[in-house]
Every structure is written in C-alpha cells, then in structure tokens.
C-alpha cells in the first residue's frame, strides 16, 4: 500500500510553454502534499505544502505565479510551471500524507519523481 | 529555520562491512522527527529509518541503525553487513513536530554510498 504516483515521468517543453505535473496517492487520502525540486547531483529542496481545498504555501524564495499549485482532492495535486525557461529544467518530487496516519508520527509518501527539461 | 549538514558527500565502503555516515542538524525546538532516506539511480525515495526525537531509544531497522545524540544534535546511521544493494545517496532528513504535520522536509545535501565488491 501507500504508492504515489507522479505523471508524467519526464516532459520537454519549448521554453515559454507551461507544463503540468499531476501527483496521486493511489491508494490512500492525503490532505496534504508537498512539492520538492532537485537539482543533478543535489539535495531536494522543498518548494509548497499543499493542502487539499485551500492554497498552497510556499517556501521562501519560490515564485508562486511561476510554480502553480492545485489541490483539488484528497488524491491529487498538481503543479503547473508557467512559461517555463530553461533554468526551470529539474527533478520535480511530490510526496503525500496518508490522512489516516494523522497524528505525531504521519508517513510521508513519496512519487517517482518528474523529470522536466526546458529547451 | 532548521538546518540538516552531512559533511561526508562520498562514503566508500567494502562488502559486508560497516559504515556510518554522519548527520548534524540545528533547531531550536524541542519536538521533532529525524530520517535517513535512500535514493538509488531510479531516484525514488525510499524511508530507510525514522527517529522520534522525544525516544531516547535509537531506532533500528534490520541491518541499518542510528545513533541519535540529541544534546550534540547529531544522527547518524549505520550500516551493517553492508550489501550491493545498499549503493545509492543517501540523504537525512527534518521534519517539525508542531503543526499537526502540515511540515514538509528539510534534506541534508546527501552522502553517495559505494560498495566496493
């Protein structure tokens, strides 16, 4: 159980263009998620929690006009980057809380991550 | 805010034998929970140990360990009997215990374990 899926695996998009990415908890709820962003060879570095029905919070520093976050149920998220350019290429990883650990110690899930590159 | 240091970005180590790889963090609460994660070249994560931060027990897991010194703000993880399978990045990891666990993760920049035939 617990499985997070992350769609697609890997985009290209011309540079200017907006891409979406979808992440889902397949076989849990989760009222929250979190969008993380890694660089090659670096650490993922959280950009917003998102929290089903209400907006998403973001970290300092990441532009919530470019990075778009919607959660419009309890299984999905996504984040939509808007007129991408090419220093938005990255590792994009969304990990989900499963609502029936809620509590102290909740698990957090992690999805297979998006691979995006800008040209 | 919360810092998470791991000072050793490459850990080389022999089949079946032992290694620690090393993690320092800073905050100021009191609460929280410690992780180490592993990221093979699929570069999915993978939960490899969880520490409540109010245990004074270590957490264990089979062949992997930590050594949680909570004064000295230090955990580190241990590896034993160490296996191929084990070679991947691994990072540790912060998370607040306040908030009713709307916190995401603070990552540390990772240490790339090899194992070595």
């Known amino acids: 159980g617990a499985v997070v899926s992350q769609h697609p695996s890997r985009v290209i998009c011309k540079s200017g263009t907006s891409v979406k990415i979808e992440c889902r908890s397949l076989?849990?709820?989760?009222?929250?998620m979190f969008w993380y962003r890694q660089f090659p060879k670096q650490s993922l570095m959280l950009m917003a929690t998102s929290n089903e029905g209400s907006k998403a919070t973001y970290e300092q520093g990441v532009e919530k006009d470019k990075f778009l976050i919607n959660h419009a149920s309890l299984t999905l998220s996504t984040l939509t980057v808007t007129s991408a350019h090419p220093e938005d290429s990255s590792f994009y990883i969304c990990?989900?809380?499963?609502?029936?650990?809620?509590?102290?110690?909740?698990?957090?899930?992690f999805g297979p991550g998006t691979r995006l590159t800008v040209t | 805010a919360q810092t998470v240091t791991q000072s050793q970005p490459e850990m080389s180590v022999q089949e079946a034998e032992t290694v620690t790889l090393s993690c320092t963090y800073d905050t100021s609460e009191s609460d929280y929970y410690l992780f180490w994660y592993k990221q093979p070249p699929s570069r999915q994560m993978i939960l490899v140990i969880r520490?409540?931060?109010?245990?004074?027990q270590n957490a264990t897991e089979n062949r992997f360990s930590v050594n949680f010194q909570k004064a000295a703000k230090s955990f580190s993880l241990k590896i034993s009997d160490s296996q191929l399978g084990d070679a991947a990045m691994y990072f540790c990891?912060?998370?607040?215990?306040?908030?009713?666990?709307?916190?995401?993760?603070?990552f540390g920049k990772g240490t790339h374990l090899i194992i070595q035939p």
């Open positions: 990990s989900a809380r499963d609502l029936a650990g809620a509590g102290r110690s909740y698990e957090q899930y």
């Open positions: 520490q409540e931060a109010y245990k004074q």
């Open positions: 076989d849990f709820q989760a009222t929250t």
């Open positions: 990891a912060y998370r607040s215990a306040r908030g009713g666990g709307a916190d995401g993760l603070t």
